[in-house]
């Protein structure tokens, strides 16, 4: 899951999912730069996963277009 710590704390946090969640705010604030992008997809790597889903704003949906 791709997604913001407001909307997992505020939609996510209580559904107990065993998915692994990726914040987008722990790669830095703001709209996603090269940079930004580049190591969120590093880190997706590094984890199995069968499929994406991005739960947020447009940047959040665009990165995880990336990601899948």
Do not use: W
């Not at 996510?12 to 969640?21: F, N, V």
């Not at 990726?22 to 703001?30: I, P, R, S, Y």
């Not at 190591?39 to 199995?48: D, M, S």
């Amino acid at each position: 899951i791709l997604t913001n710590r407001r909307i997992c704390d505020t939609f996510l946090a209580t559904l107990g999912t065993p998915a692994h969640i990726l914040f987008q705010d722990d790669f830095g604030a703001g709209e996603p730069t090269d940079a930004m992008v580049e190591a969120i997809c590093r880190e997706a790597k590094e984890i199995p996963y069968d499929r994406v889903i991005a739960i947020g704003g447009g940047s959040i949906l665009d990165i995880g277009k990336l990601l899948a």
